[in-house]
């Protein structure tokens, strides 16, 4: 490495530092950290423990066709993998859905080594484009009909999400980050509904969010937020507003109210 690399990347480092996103992080997303762990403190006091909520224990039978399948998206590290390891103990058929397709297959042979019933499947599926996801929901009836398994979905967690730093457009013309972390997880739901509401137990879907969202005071979902028309102004990619923004996830229930469907939103860590 040459010294104009390392100089260029100590500058970068240093205006990193220097930059207001940063410092917006620093302050805010810690008061925003403080702010949860006292109302988690304060629920655990109050209300005599953390609410528990009862789940259905898949039976285990021989046939991989009688196992309730579970989809993760995000599913290559951190609580994802986590998840997938898990759920594959407890009898689901795991669906794996990430960006890269080595890391998928790494994490398939670490769950594969630790449990040797597990039944697997993963998909390369980037959230960030809506022709993967009608690809991965074509590809998942086809896999589930050749399987010969239930054709519905007992749990959908959707854990994927990226933080960047510069700004990315895709083909839709939409903000990546925000694409990503928000539209991705709310179309991929409503493509999966008719699966979800087959289920022959009431099914779930788990959005893992963040501490971040509570910096955001109030959210306007429309296209100049979704597509970043709204940052455009900045002198700097507002990567942090636009992620505080991203993970105040969809409102679901009101939309599955009617079906045998549960959704939640969930913190990681709380």
């Not at 890269?100 to 019933?117: A, G, H, P, V």
């Not at 599955?256 to 860590?269: A, E, Q, R, T, W």
Request: charged share 15%; with cysteine.
């Amino acid at each position: 490495m040459g010294i104009t690399t390392v100089v260029r990347e100590l500058m970068e480092a240093v205006n990193f530092v220097c930059s207001l996103q940063f410092w917006r992080m620093a302050v805010s997303w810690t008061i925003s950290l403080v702010a949860s762990y006292f109302q988690l403190f304060s629920r655990r006091l109050f209300d005599g423990g953390s609410c528990r909520y009862s789940h259905c224990v898949p039976p285990r039978i021989g046939s991989n066709s009688n196992r309730p399948i579970c989809i993760i998206t995000g599913a290559t590290s951190g609580l994802g993998a986590a998840a997938a390891h898990a759920l594959s103990r407890k009898g689901f058929c795991v669906v794996l859905v990430g960006r890269s397709t080595q890391l998928l297959s790494k994490t398939m042979k670490e769950i594969e080594r630790s449990n040797k019933d597990a039944h697997l499947k993963s998909f390369e599926v980037d959230l960030s484009t809506f022709q993967s996801i009608l690809k991965f929901r074509s590809s998942l009836e086809k896999w589930v009909l050749d399987s010969g398994m239930h054709s519905s979905i007992q749990l959908l967690i959707n854990n994927a999400g990226i933080l960047a730093t510069s700004q990315r457009i895709t083909a839709e013309g939409y903000d990546q980050m925000m694409s990503a972390n928000y539209i991705g997880a709310f179309c991929l739901t409503k493509l999966l509904l008719p699966l979800l509401k087959s289920s022959p137990v009431g099914s779930r879907i788990v959005n893992i969010t963040s501490f971040t969202h509570r910096a955001v005071s109030e959210i306007q979902i429309n296209e100049r937020t979704i597509t970043g028309q709204c940052f455009v102004g900045s002198k700097q990619y507002p990567y942090a507003r636009i992620y505080e923004n991203s993970k105040c996830k969809p409102k679901l229930s009101h939309r599955v109210k009617m079906l045998s469907v549960i959704s939640f939103s969930v913190i990681h860590g709380f």
